[in-house]
Nanobody
Framework: QVQLVESGGGLVQAGGSLRLSCTAS????????MGWFRQAPGKEREFVAAISWNGDNTVYADSVKGRFTISRDNAKETAYLQMNTLKPEDTAVYYC??????????????WGQGTQVIVAS
C-alpha cells in the first residue's frame, strides 16, 4: 500500500485560505485516484474532493464547489487541496486517500493520518 502524509492544516480566520498537501511514500501515487475527505467533531467522515490518476477529472462536494480546488503533481508524488474563502463549517480533520478517484470512501484503500483545519469566525 502507499503511505500518505498530510500537511498544511492550521488555524485560519473565516474568509482565509489554506493549502493542504498529501505526499506519498512506499509506492507511487501515479496509478491512483486521490480523494480528500473530512470529519468534523461529532459527525461522520464526508467527501470533499477527488481527482483521477492523471488529473483530467475532478469532482467536488456541493459544499466546497467553487471554493476548493484539488490538484496533483505525480512527479512530486503529491496531491493538493487549495481551500479558499474558508468558513467555520469547514473546520474538521482533513484526510487524503488513494483509490478510485470518486466520492465513495469505501473505494479508497490507503489513508493518511489527517491534518486539523480550524476556521475561526
Amino acid at each position: 500500500q502507499v503511505q500518505l502524509v498530510e500537511s498544511g492544516g492550521g488555524l485560519v480566520q473565516a474568509g482565509g485560505s489554506l493549502r493542504l498537501s498529501c505526499t506519498a511514500s512506499g509506492r507511487s501515487l501515479s496509478p491512483y485516484g486521490m480523494g480528500w475527505f473530512r470529519q468534523a467533531p461529532g459527525k461522520e467522515r464526508e467527501f470533499v474532493a477527488a481527482i483521477s490518476w492523471n488529473g483530467d477529472n475532478t469532482v467536488y462536494a456541493d459544499s466546497v464547489k467553487g471554493r476548493f480546488t484539488i490538484s496533483r503533481d505525480n512527479a512530486k508524488e503529491t496531491a493538493y487541496l487549495q481551500m479558499n474563502t474558508l468558513k467555520p463549517e469547514d473546520t474538521a480533520v482533513y484526510y487524503c486517500a488513494a483509490g478510485s478517484g470518486r466520492r465513495y470512501p469505501d473505494e479508497y484503500g490507503s489513508w493518511g493520518q489527517g491534518t486539523q483545519v480550524i476556521v475561526a469566525s
